[in-house]
T-cell receptor, first 113, second 111 residues
Framework: DTAVSQTPKYLVTQMGNDKSIKCEQN?????MYWYKQDSKKFLKIMFS???????INETVPNRFSPKSPDKAHLNLHINSLELGDSAVYFC????????????FGDGTRLSIL | GENVEQHPSTLSVQEGDSAVIKCTYS??????FPWYKQELGKRPQLIID?????GEKKDQRIAVTLNKTAKHFSLHITETQPEDSAVYFC??????????FGTGTRLLVSP
């Protein structure tokens, strides 16, 4: 019973392609996040949604487009993939936007050839 | 914006020793400070957190201290075990509702 689940776990694709990563949480949380972890292990917030509304949008290329169809899902679509997009992408959720722990998914390792 | 610095970047200890990881933050409005442990190839997992109205918090072998005046907080692990080996991240939650992570500390506990 994974609390925050992401699919796929691995994604290997060519430069220029478009791909999506899906995330679902069964914790009943209101807030969801996307993080990028680069090859040096640095974790950086990309987006956050609260009750399906975008509340954090960091300096991310507009090739990245998040979508939250409902509170339990937050997907990430990436257009025109570039070599620099290679990273591990983590989805996370928290009960709400206050000082609550964030629970991470297992990550999606994206490799661009 | 918020900047979180974390030291050391690597830490090697013998089993049974204590380990201390330190972080400083820049935004005085930050009010929540979690610590995450990430094992190789796994997700970050919360191990302990502290809020700005508390100076210290303990959970078995793990403790976190917070000095709001100096804007730094530390993770203390006592009686380290080989299974404590991992990368540890500190983070600070800013007034803009986002978590800013430190650069990580690779802890290696040798038997």
């Amino acid at each position: 019973d994974t609390a925050v689940s992401q699919t796929p776990k691995y994604l290997v694709t060519q430069m220029g392609n478009d791909k999506s990563i899906k995330c679902e949480q069964n914790l009943g949380h209101d807030t969801m996040y996307w993080y990028k972890q680069d090859s040096k292990k640095f974790l950086k917030i990309m987006f956050s949604y609260n009750n399906k509304e975008l509340i954090i949008n960091e300096t991310v290329p507009n090739r990245f487009s998040p979508k939250s169809p409902d509170k339990a899902h937050l997907n990430l679509h990436i257009n025109s993939l570039e070599l620099g997009d290679s990273a591990v992408y983590f989805c996370a959720s928290s009960r709400d936007v206050s000082n609550q722990p964030q629970h991470f998914g297992d990550g999606t390792r994206l490799s661009i050839l | 914006g918020e900047n979180v610095e974390q030291h050391p970047s690597t830490l090697s200890v013998q089993e049974g020793d204590s380990a201390v990881i330190k972080c400083t933050y820049s935004d005085s409005a930050s009010n929540y400070f979690p610590w995450y442990k990430q094992e190789l190839g796994k997700r970050p997992q919360l191990i302990i957190d502290i809020r700005s109205n508390v100076g210290e918090k303990k959970d078995q072998r793990i403790a976190v201290t917070l000095n709001k005046t100096a804007k730094h907080f530390s993770l203390h692990i006592t009686e380290t075990q080989p299974e404590d080996s991992a990368v540890y991240f500190c983070a600070a939650r800013t007034g803009f509702q986002k978590l800013v992570f430190g650069t990580g500390t690779r802890l290696l506990v040798s038997p």
